[in-house]
C-alpha cells in the first residue's frame, strides 16, 4: 500500500522556535509538496521538489524554507516560528513530473501546528 | 493563470438526498481534473478523476463530468449518506510544464441521519 508518512500529527511550539516538520514516501515518487490548509483557504502550496536537492517556491514561502536530502524524504522547515503559522500542514507526493495525464496525489495525514 | 472555484459550504443534507457540488476552473490549455475528498482527522485522498473532455470520472456512487464548454466538473451523488460526510475538494493538474496540483477551497459536506 502506498504511503506519504507525517512525523506528527499534533506539534505545539512557542513563538520563535525552529520547527522541523518531516514527510516520508515510500513509493520512490519524484515530486513532493507541502501545503498549508486554513479554514475558508482551501491548500496553498508552500514549496515543492522534483527532484533531490531541487526546491521551488510555492504561493506562500515566506517564512518558511525546505531540505530534500534524499528522494524519499522531504522536509519543512519554520526558522522561527510565529503565531500566524498556526495551521494544518499537508505534505503530498506524485510520482514524475514527466508522467503523462492524471497524475495522482498521495497525501499525508497532516500535522496540526499550534505555535504560542 | 490557473484556479478552482468551488462552492461555499457548508452543505448540509439528509441521508439519501441528491448532492451537487460546483466546480469551475481557469486554466491554460487542457488540465486534468479531480476530487479529493478529506475525512475527519485525515489528509486527502483521490476520489475521481478526468483526463480531458467528456470523461465522466467515477467512484463510490461519486459523478463528475469534465465539462470543457462551460470549464465546469461539478460532483454529483444520487443518495448520500452519514459516511459521506467529509469535506470535498475540486483540484486540476496542468499538463504542460511542472505538475502542480492547483487546489478550490474546499466544501463541507454534512449529512444527517
Known amino acids: 500500500d502506498v504511503k506519504v508518512t507525517q512525523s506528527s500529527r499534533y506539534l505545539v511550539k512557542r513563538t520563535g522556535e525552529k520547527v522541523f516538520l518531516e514527510c516520508v514516501q515510500d513509493?520512490?515518487?519524484?515530486?513532493m509538496f507541502w501545503y498549508r490548509q486554513d479554514p475558508g483557504l482551501g491548500l496553498r502550496l508552500i514549496y515543492f521538489s522534483y527532484d533531490v536537492k531541487m526546491k521551488e517556491k510555492g504561493d506562500i514561502p515566506e517564512g518558511y524554507s525546505v531540505s530534500r536530502e534524499k528522494k524519499e524524504r522531504f522536509s519543512l522547515i519554520l526558522e522561527s516560528a510565529s503565531t500566524n503559522q498556526t495551521s494544518m500542514y499537508l505534505c503530498?507526493?506524485?510520482?514524475?513530473?514527466?508522467?503523462?495525464?492524471?497524475?495522482?496525489?498521495?497525501f499525508g495525514q497532516g500535522t496540526r501546528l499550534t505555535v504560542v | 493563470g490557473n484556479s478552482v472555484t468551488q462552492m461555499e459550504g457548508p452543505v448540509t443534507l439528509s441521508e439519501e438526498a441528491f448532492l451537487t457540488i460546483n466546480c469551475t476552473y481557469t486554466?491554460?490549455?487542457?488540465?486534468?481534473l479531480f476530487w479529493y475528498v478529506q475525512y475527519p482527522g485525515e489528509g486527502l485522498q483521490l476520489l475521481l478523476k478526468?483526463?480531458?473532455?467528456?470523461d465522466k470520472g467515477s467512484n463510490k456512487g461519486f459523478e463528475a463530468t469534465y465539462r470543457k464548454e462551460t470549464t465546469s466538473f461539478h460532483l454529483e451523488k444520487g443518495s448520500v449518506q452519514v459516511s459521506d460526510s467529509a469535506v470535498y475538494f475540486c483540484?486540476?493538474?496542468?499538463?504542460?510544464?511542472?505538475?502542480?496540483?492547483?487546489f478550490g477551497t474546499g466544501t463541507r459536506l454534512l449529512v444527517s441521519p
Open positions: 486554466a491554460t490549455g487542457y488540465p486534468s
Open positions: 478526468a483526463t480531458k473532455a467528456d
Open positions: 483540484a486540476l493538474i496542468r499538463i504542460t510544464g511542472f505538475q502542480k496540483l492547483v
Open positions: 513509493m520512490d515518487h519524484e515530486n
Open positions: 503530498a507526493s506524485t510520482l514524475s513530473r514527466l508522467t503523462g495525464l492524471g497524475t495522482e496525489a498521495f
